[in-house]
């Protein structure tokens, strides 16, 4: 009985810890979108597609496409806020290779953006058509 009631106090430690997991998680997002222009505007972006997805009733596969687009263009945009912030930590002064790390970054975000903008395109021309 008592290995249960161990076993049982394992499970709900482990479900409690990863619960307060998030918690960094959320403050990095909601920093992110308070302090990067960026990130703001990704999210505005977010925003008015949501809208759009219901104003002309995409379907589910539709909103597949489309959260995996928006999902990957916030992922990139967290990670390089986060590679950025890392190269000004450690090489705050400007420096070649510093700079082409942070290049490569805004690139990742780049492609992000494109592909979402090809997605958004691809599920929503021919709704505005008809």
């Not at 219901?54 to 959260?67: P, R």
């Not at 995996?68 to 990139?76: D, E, H, P, Q, R």
């Not at 090489?91 to 592909?115: C, F, N, R, T, Y």
Request: aromatic share 10%.
């Amino acid at each position: 009985m008592a290995s249960l009631l161990n076993g049982k106090n394992k499970v709900l430690k482990f479900i409690t810890n990863r619960i307060k997991s998030f918690g960094p998680a959320l403050k990095g997002l909601f920093w992110l979108f308070k302090n990067e222009g960026n990130a703001q505007f990704h999210l505005i972006a977010t925003i008015v597609v949501v809208i759009a997805g219901f104003y002309f009733k995409v379907t589910i596969s539709e909103w597949v496409l489309l959260c995996f687009a928006i999902g990957l263009v916030l992922c990139a945009e967290a990670l390089n806020t986060a590679i950025e912030k890392t190269i000004d930590l450690l090489h705050p002064q400007k420096h070649e290779k510093a700079g082409l790390v942070k290049d490569l970054a805004a690139a990742g975000v780049l492609v992000a953006s494109i592909l979402a903008i090809i997605v958004g395109v691809l599920i929503f021309a021919p709704k505005l058509i008809q």
